[in-house]
């Protein structure tokens, strides 16, 4: 069974450009969750989906914004990029979210903004 | 606002010997706890978890116990392998749709 892949891996930026990340998830597995990881702050929490609909939503500003579509791959937005949002973007899928049902992680975008 | 937070950003441990990480929380309505592993240049993946109602769960070398009252969890791993070296993350959800995590703790395992 594949695992969670994220495209693209790295990307580079500059301020005030948008940028659009893609995660397919495992097959069968209707939930993602994306997270932003920087230095010292470990995994915060951005959003999640299930069944093309957004259930919860991490402290972000509206900059950030996502999608999923009907077959659970779910893309994430960024509008008008800073440099503080040079970070490490991951995406992780599960059966159904919450409860004792582990998510699988995808290797994650680098994204660089200059 | 930290809800789950892993005070010690990194740990060194002998080979063998036994590696215990730490992670307390402060939401009382979190009803399960997760830890992961993560290597470099790849995503976290999924080590051991624990219901909120029991205290302990053990899976080969890894051992999660909670403490409800203190609002504290642990994970211990006996023995320690080198290839044990890794940023460990803890997890934890209260019963919605996120996963809240900590900020990781780098653990060293030296041969």
């Known amino acids: 069974k594949a695992g969670v892949t994220q495209t693209p891996r790295y990307l580079i930026k500059t301020r005030g450009q948008q940028v659009t990340l893609s995660c397919s998830p495992i097959?069968?597995?209707?939930?993602v969750s994306w997270y932003q990881q920087t230095p010292g702050q470990g995994l915060q929490f951005l959003f999640e989906y299930f069944s093309e609909t957004q259930r919860n939503k991490g402290n972000f500003p509206g900059r950030f914004s996502g999608r999923q579509f009907s077959n659970s791959r779910s893309e994430m937005n960024v509008s008008t990029l800073e440099l503080g949002d040079s970070a490490l973007y991951l995406c992780?899928?599960?059966?159904?979210?919450?409860?004792?049902?582990?998510?699988?992680f995808g290797p994650g975008t680098r994204l660089t903004v200059l | 606002d930290q809800q789950v937070k892993q005070n010690s950003p990194s740990l060194s441990v002998q080979e063998g010997r036994i590696s215990i990480l730490n992670c307390d929380y402060t939401?009382?309505?979190?009803?399960?706890f997760l830890w992961y592993k993560k290597y470099p240049a790849e995503g976290p993946t999924f080590l051991i978890s624990i219901s909120s109602i029991k205290d302990k769960n053990e899976d080969g070398r890894f051992t999660v116990f909670l403490n409800k009252s203190a609002k504290h969890l642990s994970l211990h791993i006996v023995p320690s392998q080198p290839g044990d070296s890794a940023v460990y993350f803890c997890?934890?959800?209260?019963?919605?749709?996120?996963?809240?995590f900590g900020a990781g703790t780098r653990l060293f395992v030296k041969a």
């Open positions: 997890a934890a959800r209260d019963g919605g749709f996120k996963t809240i």
């Open positions: 097959s069968g597995h209707r939930s």
């Open positions: 992780a899928s599960s059966l159904v979210a919450g409860g004792p049902h582990e998510q699988f």
């Open positions: 939401n009382s309505m979190f009803d399960y």
